[in-house]
């Protein structure tokens, strides 16, 4: 997620295009050949480490919308894997989508499945028919209903205009360190998830369009509606949004299908140099990450959202902000393909994505001088969201600022090339993964040159 305000400064796209021309060209020569394949069964964690389970996750969800497109009814099915050796008795499903609410207004509800509600109402506790045993399969259906509540947000509403972002229900994780179930936050994101199958099925007024994640098929229903059918592959998360967009689209040279969806606010010069710009920038991140898996990716614009940007797989949304776009098509890989806890481990997706993001702009290391000093001595840059939400003025500050520039550091200690090498080859081995700071600290000891010790401990990268 980018947080950060400021004009759209729309005076930028063209000069980040000509950028994103030259470093195209230089970074071909290392792009990886094909997609990285999975280097560990899905849910599990490397030799020696806990299994996260439930894994092999595939959700059937089909639902139909009301005249505006804030209303959904219908089923969803989810089908699941025990990978862990003990027998596993309850699962937990996340309903993101009641964090506003809470219980005494929940938009998501659920019926025909028994279980209790905890984390006010965001998180619901199934007990299972009988406990699962390592292989074993389970699964969970019931009826949904989403009510969209007002105000524009990442799972909200301005008028004609719907945005479901953590809208479905899904599975919470649970490894070596049990459930995770950690509340919502605003000031960056909370979500933890497995990568899973997606198959939707959007019955909706023909008036509206709606972008998601995945590839979409259209096709007519009853008269006056559209059946919009979407599936998506390993991705983490089922994002879209529902109004009467104007679209644009394109493809990247790679070959990726490129739609922007536009609000009325939105020139339609605007829209043409953001999707110029997703077309370079989602294959400068390819280039240097792994090619992007997903073939098709929506880019939602309005620049009447509080934030910059916010990051779905393949379902971005964005105020008209060339760096925030680059930033959240940076997290298709950083939080996306390669997964973390974004709540207990925050840095490892927007610290990685800033990154990126200077790499993919020319600004490698630009303000790294002027970096922000550290202002306790319990602040570190591997804090969770529970230490940004008690100091929100610093979270900005050290996770996006400070971290970027660690990384930018760690690239002069290793030199260009072996930083370049880590990375990719990091994303790799995470393939649909996930990531861990104890981890990425493994690989990186295992190609430095020199003693990392002082570059984590000035840095305070813990883990």
Not at 15 to 27: E, G, N, R
Not at 346 to 368: I, M, N, Q, R
Request: glycine share 10%; charged share 20%.
């Amino acid at each position: 997620m980018r947080r950060r305000h400021g004009p759209p400064a729309l005076n930028a796209v063209p000069a980040v295009l000509a950028v994103l021309a030259v470093l195209l060209s230089l970074v071909a020569s290392a792009r990886p050949g094909g997609h990285p394949g999975d280097h560990h069964p899905a849910g599990s964690r490397p030799p020696g480490e806990d299994p996260r389970t439930p894994a092999v996750v595939t959700h059937t969800v089909t639902l139909r919308s009301g005249a505006t497109g804030a209303a959904w009814r219908g089923r969803q099915r989810v089908d699941f894997t025990q990978v862990a050796p003990e027998p596993l008795s309850a699962v937990y499903l996340r309903l993101w989508g009641n964090a506003r609410g809470g219980c005494a207004a929940p938009a998501v509800r659920l019926t025909g499945i028994t279980g209790t509600a905890t984390a006010d109402c965001t998180a619901l506790e199934v007990p299972l028919p009988r406990p699962l045993r390592q292989g074993e399969s389970g699964s969970l259906d019931f009826e949904l209903s989403v009510d969209v509540p007002e105000g524009l947000d990442r799972f909200g509403r301005d008028g004609a205009y719907t945005i479901l972002g953590n809208a479905l229900p899904t599975l919470a994780v649970l490894d070596g360190d049990g459930w995770h179930l950690d509340p919502y936050t605003r000031n960056g994101e909370s979500f933890y998830s497995l990568a899973a199958d997606y198959s939707v099925t959007l019955d909706h007024p023909s008036g509206l369009l709606v972008p998601a994640t995945g590839s979409a098929v259209e096709t007519p229903g009853e008269p006056g509606r559209t059946v919009t059918t979407v599936t998506a592959r390993r991705v983490r998360d089922f994002a879209w949004a529902a109004g009467p967009f104007t679209r644009l689209t394109g493809r990247s040279a790679d070959g990726v299908r490129i739609g922007v969806f536009s609000t009325p606010d939105i020139t339609a010069e605007d829209a043409r140099r953001m999707l110029e710009l997703a077309r370079t920038a989602i294959d400068a991140h390819s280039a240097r990450f792994g090619a992007y898996p997903y073939g098709e990716l929506a880019v939602v614009l309005d620049n009447a959202f509080w934030f910059s940007g916010m990051e779905y797989p393949g379902f971005v949304l964005d105020r008209v902000k060339p760096s925030a776009l680059v930033h959240e098509l940076a997290h298709q890989w950083w939080y996306g393909i390669v997964g973390d806890d974004q709540y207990r481990a925050p840095w490892l997706d927007e610290s990685f994505s800033e990154y990126a993001t200077d790499l993919v702009l020319g600004g490698a290391g630009k303000d790294c001088a002027a970096a922000p000093r550290w202002e306790s001595e319990d602040e570190r840059l591997t804090s969770p969201m529970s230490h940004w939400d008690a100091h929100p003025d610093r979270y900005e500050a050290v996770v996006y600022d400070h971290g970027s520039c660690a990384l930018h550091e760690l690239r002069r200690l290793l030199g260009e090339e072996t930083m370049a090498a880590l990375l990719r080859d990091y994303a790799r081995a995470h393939w649909y993964g996930v990531s861990t700071t104890a981890a990425f600290k493994a690989a990186a000891r295992t190609v430095s040159p020199v003693d990392l010790s002082p570059f984590w401990r000035e840095h305070r990268i813990d883990g």
